[in-house]
């Protein structure tokens, strides 16, 4: 298998067993959600360093737009306790 097909598909297992694991225990908040889909797509973006430059630079792009909607939603939580 091709490099990237393996990146891909351990980036779509892991957030099927984790959306699987947080429905069991009854989460139902989309910021706790999208904060460990993060650190999970960053961590196996990370594992995967061997990409060709031009590959690690639109993944980077991809985890600056992930990066940037985490700080939305960690502005939200801070506005949420505030008031």
């Known amino acids: 298998m091709r490099l990237y097909n393996i990146y ?46 031009k590959a690690r630079r639109g993944l980077n792009l991809v985890c600056s737009v992930l990066l940037v909607g985490f700080m939305f939603v960690l502005g939200l939580q801070i506005i949420k306790i505030l008031i």
């Open 8 to 53: 891909i598909l351990s980036i779509a297992l892991t957030l099927l067993l984790t959306t699987v694991m947080l429905t069991a225990s009854g989460q139902d908040s989309l910021s706790i959600y999208y904060t460990i889909y993060l650190a999970e797509a960053l961590i196996i973006t990370e594992l995967f360093v061997f990409f060709n430059a």
